[in-house]
């Protein structure tokens, strides 16, 4: 079972950035695709990114492009969401998940991480 923590979420005010991090158990980033969820209470969960195990590519939500950016380092096996242009509609907890096929559907992860929480406001 692959373990995953999230952090580096907190309080930013509209238009702000902060930069997530998921830290996995051992060097698996080459074996998995890791994703990137959010949820708002009483929403569901949405994808919005995720980063392809070998090659690398990336997938955004369209809701995320051209202001969220995944990355890795896979010598310290964690996976980046640099999160620009913040807004008070970006929900709440953020999620990183493990998996083997490059989805923005939760339905292909196996491994959760416990979520960090981000809030946008003034």
């Known amino acids: 079972q692959v373990q995953l923590v999230e952090s580096g979420g907190g309080l930013v005010q509209p238009g702000g950035s902060l930069r997530l991090s998921c830290a996995a158990s051992g060097s698996i980033l080459d074996y998995f695709t890791i994703g990137w969820f959010r949820q708002a209470p009483g929403k569901e969960r949405e994808g919005v990114s995720c980063?392809?195990?070998?090659?690398?590519?990336?997938y955004y939500a369209d809701s995320v492009k051209g202001r969220f950016t995944i990355s890795r380092d896979n010598a310290k096996n964690t996976v980046y969401l640099h999160m620009n242009s913040l807004k008070p509609e970006d929900p709440d907890v953020y999620y990183c998940?493990?998996?083997?096929?490059?989805?923005?559907?939760?339905?292909?992860?196996?491994?959760w991480g416990q979520g960090t929480q981000v809030t946008v406001s003034s």
């Open positions: 980063i392809n195990r070998g090659d690398g590519s990336t």
């Open positions: 998940a493990a998996g083997f096929i490059a989805s923005l559907d939760g339905a292909y992860y196996s491994s």
